[in-house]
């Protein structure tokens, strides 16, 4: 569908729009008057257009908005520390579960998962150097990821 917003009204004064002019001078208007007629039919339906063409981009800007929406990861996880422990443990099996305690009671996790939550450590904990080291590799993850997304 083309953007309605860029559509120009056609000239009803045209010939190919005698036969429609028939329509409106049976009743006795005059060619001008069909014409405007016409132009006013013409903006009716285009104004529809446009609100639906407007709905469409809505709802696809917003799913584009929640696509790319992503959860807090606390900045530890970007530490030199975080990244090597990762790289690490890649070579295990992540999939091997292992038995925790939740507040819902005793649950079946990911060793991965588990670890995870087990080394986190808050934000406001972090010393300045850790900090920094964060705030470098977050960043260079952002950049890597635009770069994909392109």
């Known amino acids: 569908m083309t953007n309605p917003h860029e559509e120009e009204c056609p000239d009803h004064m045209l010939l190919e729009f005698k036969e429609a002019h028939l329509l409106f ?63 690490d443990d890649s070579s295990r099996d992540e999939d091997l579960l292992t038995l925790s305690q939740t507040n819902k009671g005793p649950t079946f996790q990911t060793a ?24 470098y590799c977050m960043i260079t993850v952002m950049k890597q990821q635009e770069w994909l997304d392109k």
């Open 112 to 135: 991965a998962s588990v670890k995870a939550k087990k080394h986190k450590v808050r934000d406001e904990q972090l010393s300045w150097e850790e900090f920094s080291q964060a705030n």
């Open 25 to 87: 001078t049976v009743e006795g208007k005059t060619d001008e008057e069909a014409a405007a007629l016409l132009s006013n039919l013409w903006d009716f339906n285009n104004n529809k257009e446009k609100l639906v063409w407007d709905r469409e981009r809505a709802v696809e800007i917003e799913a584009q908005q929640e696509e790319h929406k992503c959860e807090y990861v606390p900045l530890y996880f970007f530490t030199n520390k975080s990244i090597q422990e990762a790289e």
